[in-house]
């Protein structure tokens, strides 16, 4: 019988303080989460016994139905417009030579500045007394400010400022790993660039695609900054609607239900998308 | 005298594959030692087992008599060239070679590196780092770390296969030159039989895990024991199921009368090798021949109606 | 095609970068409207004669450098047990912690807190959020360095052993050398993310534990103020020297 070899035993010891985070501060909020989603609102917000499933019954109220399917389109629709916007300038940058690294940087920059001071920049922007409607109507093109902000319009917008440099990184990735010899012998075989694009480019760049579909869509169904602060309110996705439940609303059980289903989904998302990739797609 | 390296019944399976299976040697002091085989024969895990990298399935290592099948690399008095060499980056030559001494705690440390990098004739390049050094130096400074040890044993894998043709040939020397000069056993791995027979004093030929046969360069390559050792070590002409080197191979346009045996053939092809030249043959009984024949002997050709023939005591029999 | 690509992306580009550019140039205007009315520096005056402001800079300060710490330390350590043997459970973890929504971290983290605080004796804190600043920061630094690792020989460890080092010595004198430029890049990371999170942070500060994304939020909620674009501008410079710094570090 083989003792612990020394790896072993250095491995055991480093990955201690990581077990330790996953106990405390990953598995057990969580546990902790779900238990909250099975009791009931006490008299004073705080939490109550009996054990009941009446929160996740109440999930299926067409009042939070409605909220649900409208994060979802949201997210969708952030994610194809992303996909839409964020292909094309991975394509780029994956072309650029020399210059790829720079150009890299400009799309990661925006990841490493603040979160909150990219959504205000869209604010200061579109507010009534913002720098557009100001400038629209100093040129006398508009006469009453244009209502741009406190919509989905604006909502969507933030979302897809936000996320489209989770779609570019990934993308790029895979198309940087494309071996340009195959583009080459789809041009010797007579293929032009468009279908070339569109016939091998394009399938080959799948595994990345999807990658930056999950970063993107996953953020983007429980985002809660940008509704709130680009929706004035308005729109309302379950992101707000959790954050409303264990604030103002002071119903934990039921934040707490919203919360186990949203992590549900994004459980099953990444499962089928970890399920897709060990099918040798990558 | 024990010897100062021994595998006994060695074995070593791996979840699909059975890398070594079964081995057992004997390698006594000082001296240079190879294993020779063909990628996958299993030399490299020998190796490994060797140098504590791998613990064995079953069967003993044995370094100076004792057993140190549970020893971990660093207890072990061996050590590994690399076939990547693998110098730490971060570590001039120097402190490369210092590496070792210090982890051991060892007196005079700087006066040993000088002398380490006189051994291999580096002086002069301590403070360079392994990414401003050529292949060549590199592989010196690798080998430098691991002699200012005084190893029992000094193992090294395929060291020479990263080296361009030209440098491969003068590191031959040079390494046979330092062994003697140091005295360490080298036990070398190697898939190259033109390396493993110039440098060896013995050499064991290995194959799908096993040893075919163990002896000198001259040995195995005249009087190979099984027909793969005969091919593997060089060229082999198959007639009659005895197996010929080119070398000894002759061609002559009549029948020889000196006791030599011979077959009439055609000749398929002649090929000129700047030394020597190739004549390819095919016997009437169907088998191509390959005579290796000086310049001097005039030219072949195709179409041609000849006789191979050669001396019996240059037969390679098997059972 | 080429040319039109790169039109192309030269709008994105502007769609990615100009807002905030707007936003820096309009922390010089004199005016508070957004009509320009003169260069000045007098926003930036106001923030530092702002208490509030200094203070939860501060705090964020701290909570940063400590949680940075903290996790640097853990994930660089888990990254290299994981390259060692992995481990699904623990990878599995550490993803889903990444792309789990903000909003659902806070509010478990906040429950933990809330559940502990009928055994411990503490209350909501810098504390708190410092263990919950390490909480979701500990995947990022992972990824670096494992990232890191994968270009990383394992026969230089085994080199090491060979010669005489231990395991524990192989990983001190051979391979964290060679992995500080990532740990660096990967805490350079942690500080930047941690610094700027406002979700799970308000979810789990306490009265006295305010952060400056905090108090920036509760500006911009009350109104536009040219006193945040003069922060926004800061911050960017800041952290875009980070992200310089780290790509050089990186590139050693």
Redesign the interface.
């Known amino acids: 019988m083989?003792?612990l070899?020394?790896?072993?035993?250095?491995?055991?010891w480093?990955?201690l303080?990581?077990?330790i985070?996953?106990a405390?501060?990953?598995?057990?909020?969580?546990a902790?989460?779900v238990c909250?989603s099975l009791l009931t609102r006490g008299a004073y917000g705080g939490l109550g016994l009996p054990w009941t499933l009446e929160n996740y019954q109440r999930l299926i109220d067409p009042l939070y139905l409605v909220i649900v399917l409208k994060s979802f389109l949201m997210a969708a629709e952030t994610t194809v417009i992303c996909l839409l916007?964020g292909f094309?300038?991975a394509?780029?940058?994956s072309?650029a030579g020399s210059r790829k690294n720079i150009?890299l940087?400009?799309?990661?920059?925006?990841f490493?500045?603040?979160?909150?001071?990219?959504i205000?920049?869209?604010?200061?922007?579109l507010?009534d007394?913002?720098?557009i409607n100001?400038a629209l109507q100093?040129l006398r093109l508009i006469h009453d400010p244009l209502p741009l902000l406190y919509n989905d319009g604006a909502v969507l917008l933030g979302l897809v400022?936000g996320y489209?440099?989770f779609m570019v990184l990934p993308v790029y990735a895979t198309l940087e790993r494309l071996d340009p010899a195959l583009v080459e012998a789809a041009a010797d075989l007579g293929a032009k660039?468009?279908p070339t694009l569109w016939h091998v480019i394009l399938p080959l760049s799948a595994p990345g695609i999807r990658a930056g579909s999950?970063?993107v869509f996953?953020?983007a169904?429980?985002?809660?900054?940008t509704p709130d602060?680009l929706g004035g309110g308005r729109t309302v996705l379950i992101?707000n609607l959790?954050?409303n439940q264990?604030t103002t609303a002071r119903d934990?059980p039921f934040?707490?239900a919203i919360?186990v289903g949203?992590?549900a989904l994004?459980?099953l998302l990444?499962l089928l998308m970890l399920r897709r990739e060990r099918e040798g797609l990558v | 005298m024990e010897p100062i390296l021994e595998l006994r019944a060695l074995v070593k399976h791996f979840p699909n594959q059975r890398a070594v299976d079964g081995i057992s040697l004997t390698i006594p002091r000082g001296g240079f030692y190879s294993l020779l085989g063909p990628s996958g024969c299993g030399k490299t895990t020998t190796l490994r087992l060797i140098a504590g990298f791998e613990q064995p399935t079953s069967g003993d290592v044995l370094l100076d008599g004792v057993v140190v099948n549970e020893q971990r690399p660093y207890q072990r008095n061996v050590s590994t060239v690399f076939q990547n060499y693998a110098l730490f980056p971060h570590l001039t030559a120097a402190e490369n070679i210092a590496f070792g001494l210090k982890r051991k705690n060892q007196p005079d440390i700087a006066r040993r590196v000088r002398e380490a990098l006189e051994l291999v004739r580096l002086t002069g390049k301590e403070s360079r780092y392994p990414a401003q050094l050529s292949g060549g130096e590199r592989q010196r400074v690798a080998l430098a770390r691991s002699l200012v040890l005084q190893p029992d044993v000094l193992l090294l894998d395929e060291p020479l296969a990263a080296l361009d043709p030209k440098l491969r040939k003068q590191m031959r020397l040079e390494l046979k030159e330092m062994q003697r000069r140091v005295g360490i056993t080298f036990l070398l791995v190697t898939h190259d039989q033109e390396e493993a027979l110039s440098m060896s004093d013995q050499l064991a030929v290995m194959n799908a895990g096993a040893i075919e046969q163990v002896g000198t360069p001259q040995d195995v390559y005249l009087r190979p024991s099984t027909r793969f050792v005969a091919g593997f070590l060089g060229a082999v002409n198959w007639i009659d199921g005895v197996g010929l080197r080119p070398e000894v191979t002759r061609i002559s346009r009549t029948l020889p009368t000196n006791g030599a045996r011979f077959r009439p053939a055609t000749v398929t092809g002649s090929v000129f090798l700047g030394n020597c030249v190739h004549v390819l043959a095919r016997l009437e009984s169907g088998e191509d021949a390959v005579a290796e024949i000086p310049r001097s002997n005039g030219t072949y050709h195709s179409g041609e109606a000849i006789h191979v023939c050669w001396n019996p005591s240059d037969e390679m029999i098997f059972p | 095609m080429k040319r039109g690509l790169g039109l192309y992306a030269v709008a994105v580009y502007a769609f990615l970068h100009v807002p905030v550019v707007i936003l820096a140039l309009f922390s010089f205007n004199a005016s508070r409207f957004t009509v320009w009315q003169g260069f000045s520096l007098g926003w930036y005056r106001a923030i530092f004669q702002n208490r509030q402001l200094m203070e939860s800079t501060w705090n964020s300060v701290i909570i940063a450098v400590v949680a940075t710490i903290l996790s640097t330390i853990a994930g660089t350590l888990c990254a290299y047990g994981l390259w060692k043997r992995g481990s699904a459970l623990l990878s599995g973890s550490l993803y889903l912690s990444l792309v789990t929504p903000e909003i659902v971290m806070g509010i478990s983290l906040l429950a933990l807190f809330q559940w502990s605080f009928r055994w411990l004796q503490w209350r909501l804190g810098l504390h708190t959020v410092i263990l919950a600043h390490v909480a979701f920061s500990i995947a990022y630094v992972v990824i670096v360095i494992a990232a890191r690792l994968r270009t990383f020989s394992p026969s230089l460890e085994e080199a090491a052993l060979d010669l005489g080092a231990t395991e524990w010595q192989a990983f001190r004198y051979v391979t964290l050398p060679a992995l500080l430029p990532g740990i660096i890049a990967a805490a350079l990371l942690a500080l930047t993310v941690s610094f700027d999170d406002y979700v799970i942070t308000s979810m789990v500060a306490g009265v006295d534990s305010e952060t400056l994304p905090m108090v920036i939020y509760a500006m911009a909620r009350r109104g536009a103020s040219p006193v945040i674009n003069a922060i926004s501008a800061l911050i960017v410079v800041v952290f875009g020297t980070l992200v310089l710094i780290s790509e050089r570090v990186q590139k050693s």
């Open positions: 083989r003792t070899s020394g790896w072993e035993r250095l491995r055991a480093f990955l303080p990581a077990w985070w996953m405390v501060l990953f598995a057990a909020p969580f902790i989460v909250y916007l094309p300038l394509l780029f940058i072309r150009y940087q400009l799309v990661i920059l925006p490493w500045t603040s979160f909150l001071v990219r205000y920049a869209w604010l200061f922007l507010r007394t913002g720098l100001t100093h400022y489209l440099p660039p468009w999950i970063l996953i953020p169904l429980g985002a809660y900054l602060l992101g959790v954050q264990f934990w934040g707490a919360s949203l992590m994004v459980g990444v």
